[in-house]
C-alpha cells in the first residue's frame, strides 16, 4: 500500500510547508503549464483551466506570474529573418 504524504507529513513550521503554500504551489504549476501549452495565450490557458481569462488573469496577479515570458532581442551576429546584419524586422512585424 502506497504511503499517504499528507498523512505522514510533519506539522507545519518544522520546515514542512503548510496546505495553503503546498496548494498555491500546484496551482501556479498547473497556471504555468497550461500557460506554455498555449504559448503565453491567455484566453486558450484559461479555457484548458476551465476557468474565465478575468479569472486566469487574477491568479496570475495573486501568484507573482507574468503570462509571457519578456521580449528578446536576437544577440550579435544573430538576426530575425536568417540575413546577417541586415536589421530587418522579422516578416508580418513591420
Known sequence: ???DPVLEAEPAGRGRKDLK???EDYER???QAALAASR???RRAAAALGVLPTTLHEKLKRLGLR???APSTPAAGDSWNGTEGSGAAPEGTR
Open 29 to 31: 504549476s498547473l497556471v
Open 67 to 69: 503570462s509571457r515570458p
Open 1 to 3: 500500500m502506497l504511503a
Open 21 to 23: 503554500t503546498l496548494l
Open 40 to 42: 503565453g495565450n491567455q
